[in-house]
């Protein structure tokens, strides 16, 4: 399986995540949002304070729920045929969140384990 090659370069990882999704067929477009969408929740519990129901960063929640909301109408839009945000939007709206809440090195993870369960799941 593979990643986004250095993800310490911020311009290079985003350059090769959307790169990546530029010649997806939409099937696969479809499999990645899937991956992506549950990534992210596990990325948000990130945000709980543990062994509580409360949660610490009830803003950076907010945003991954907002976040979330973006994901889950792309990968609705891919399935209905409907144009609606294309991927790569998607992927420059993730950045800007990443950056803007401190959850860059959660984002990053979170699209390249989607990727590789992408990958993974490729048809032969």
């Known amino acids: 399986m593979s990643e986004f090659q250095n993800t310490?370069?911020?311009q290079s990882f985003w350059s090769e995540a959307?790169?990546?999704?530029?010649?997806?067929p939409v099937e696969r477009k479809i499999a990645f949002l899937a991956h992506l969408a549950h990534?992210?929740?596990?990325?948000a519990r990130g945000t709980y304070i543990p062994g509580t129901d409360s949660v610490a960063k009830p803003e950076v929640l907010r945003h991954y729920n907002e976040m979330q909301h973006r994901v889950t109408a792309s990968?609705?839009?891919y399935i209905t045929g409907y144009?609606?945000?294309p991927l790569d939007a998607v992927l420059e709206m993730?950045?800007?969140?990443?950056?803007m809440q401190g959850e860059s090195n959660h984002i990053k993870y979170a699209i390249n384990f989607a990727r590789n369960l992408t990958e993974r799941d490729r048809p032969s």
Request: aromatic share 12%; net charge negative.
């Open 8 to 10: 310490n370069d911020n």
């Open 94 to 99: 993730l950045k800007d969140f990443g950056l």
């Open 83 to 85: 144009s609606g945000m």
């Open 75 to 77: 990968l609705r839009d």
């Open 18 to 24: 959307v790169k990546f999704g530029e010649f997806l």
């Open 39 to 43: 990534e992210l929740t596990v990325a």
